[in-house]
């Protein structure tokens, strides 16, 4: 939650809920370039894991 910027627990479980609905949700443009981020991350550590040698 800290890579999100510290969202309240209200608004992280308001994000959960309107998300599990498929309901419209608006996130902060701060919050949307930090999940950014983390995704892009997550995708090139993915590759980094694909390219190293086997044991």
């Known amino acids: 939650m ?6 309240s627990n209200a608004s ?4 959960l809920k309107k998300a599990r609905a498929n309901a ?4 902060s443009l701060d919050t949307l370039t930090r999940i950014s981020g983390i995704l892009g991350i997550h ?4 590759i980094l894991s694909r390219s190293l040698p086997s044991r």
């Open 2 to 7: 800290a890579l999100l910027g510290e969202p």
């Open 12 to 15: 992280y479980y308001a994000w």
């Open 24 to 27: 419209p949700l608006s996130l």
């Open 43 to 46: 995708k090139r550590l993915g």
